[in-house]
């Protein structure tokens, strides 16, 4: 039976591992799924549940922005290396970042050209750090970081990126990557309560964290709340809970906070009642598409959006969002009901066409085929 290993340094067996362990099982493949012994998000050691996974020992560091992640990155590339070379798996599907994974398991490609190997971008780090000053002052570090990555990429057989925005960053051949969206489970059909015209019901859903731009989400409450009345209902945990909290209650808006909500019947019922989802970030942050975007499709709500590149091309293109303005919360403040549940649709149409798993793991099924076949 062949043989083949997914690797992802920080944990994303559920974000997008999952679906090519899929695809490969029905294919045909035993499967490895390869991780580290660190939650980057808790900064502790964890123990992974995915039958069969292999966890490599990594040093623990505290801070995102530290010479330890990037020996951390480093040891846990080093020991893929060393376990490929121990195992010779057929087919090798990596996650990336970290960059480091590009730069060792070039090394073994050039080594075993037989075995085919896959990049999935998820990210583009350092290129997302949050900070465009220290984007500046760390530049040359980070033009070092992204070499990594950059320079290793022509090794792979195939590369895919969760957005048309990073694909067209990296410069990606067409013949030899694909966009492969992020994705998530359909729900039954999503549950709409009746939409109110005497208030303003909004949800921002997600990591309250220091990459969301809560000044903008402050600024359109502001100006919302001088229209008519507006509810915040915030889904969510994060460093940043608190200050996020507080200052949206302090532009006049009821805010209902849940913190984190897993349950799907529950997550409906909110999202059921509202408008709108928030779906807005800092200018300085390299995205093209948000899971939090795809969330909210999910449950056929439409966005207020910010996110360059695809995400901007739905709203545009797609009617399932507004696109952040002077004049947004005038726009959606005289939105009647209708108009907004005609939005909800499009939204649930187009999860179902990009983002729903099924579709997804179509695609994937059909790169495996490209490459291996």
């Given amino acids: 039976m062949k043989t083949a290993f997914l690797i992802s340094c920080s944990d994303h067996y559920d974000h997008r591992m999952h679906l090519w362990d ?19 998000y808790k900064k502790a050691k964890f123990t992974c549940h995915v039958p069969g996974a292999m966890q490599l020992p990594v040093l623990p560091y505290q801070k995102n922005l530290s010479l330890a992640r990037i020996l951390s990155h480093r040891m846990f590339a080093k020991n893929a290396l060393r376990l490929l070379q121990e195992q010779h798996p057929d087919v090798v599907i990596a996650l990336l970042p970290p960059n480091f994974l590009a730069h060792y398991l070039a090394k073994y490609k050039k080594q075993h050209p037989e075995t085919k190997l896959i990049f ?4 583009l780090w350092p290129e997302t750090f949050p900070s465009n000053k220290l984007k500046k002052l760390l530049a040359p570090v980070f033009r070092v970081w992204s070499g990594l990555r950059d320079r290793n990429l022509h090794m792979a057989d195939f590369v895919t990126t969760e957005c048309d925005l990073f694909r067209s960053k990296l410069q990606l051949p067409l013949n030899t990557s694909a966009t492969v969206y992020l994705s998530a489970k359909p729900v039954d059909t999503p549950t709409v309560s009746t939409l109110s015209e005497d208030r303003l019901d909004l949800c921002y859903l997600g990591a309250i964290n220091n990459i969301i731009n809560i000044d903008a989400i402050c600024d359109l409450l502001t100006k919302a709340v001088a229209v008519k009345p507006v509810t915040l ?76 590149a695809d995400t901007a091309a ?32 499009a939204a649930a149409d187009l999860f179902r066409q990009f983002f729903d798993e099924n579709t997804v793991a179509a695609q994937m099924t059909q790169i495996l085929e490209q490459i291996i076949c």
């Fill in 120 to 123: 999935d971008i998820f990210d």
């Fill in 233 to 308: 209902h915030i889904i969510g945990t994060g460093e940043q809970e608190e200050n996020f909290v507080r200052r949206a209650r302090e532009t006049g808006a009821d805010v209902q906070f849940y913190g984190a909500v897993y349950d799907t019947n529950q997550k409906q019922q909110i999202l059921g009642r509202c408008h709108f989802g928030l779906n807005l970030m800092r200018s300085s942050v390299c995205v093209g598409l948000t899971m939090k975007s795809v969330d909210y499709f999910r449950f056929g709500l439409p966005i207020i959006n910010n996110i360059p």
């Fill in 22 to 40: 899929s695809c490969l099982q029905k294919m045909g493949y035993r499967t490895r799924y390869i991780t580290g012994d660190f939650d980057h």
């Fill in 314 to 345: 739905f709203v545009l293109h797609r009617q399932v969002g507004i696109p952040l303005n002077d004049r947004c919360a005038e726009h959606i403040a005289a939105m009647t009901p209708d108009a907004c549940l005609a939005m909800r649709k």
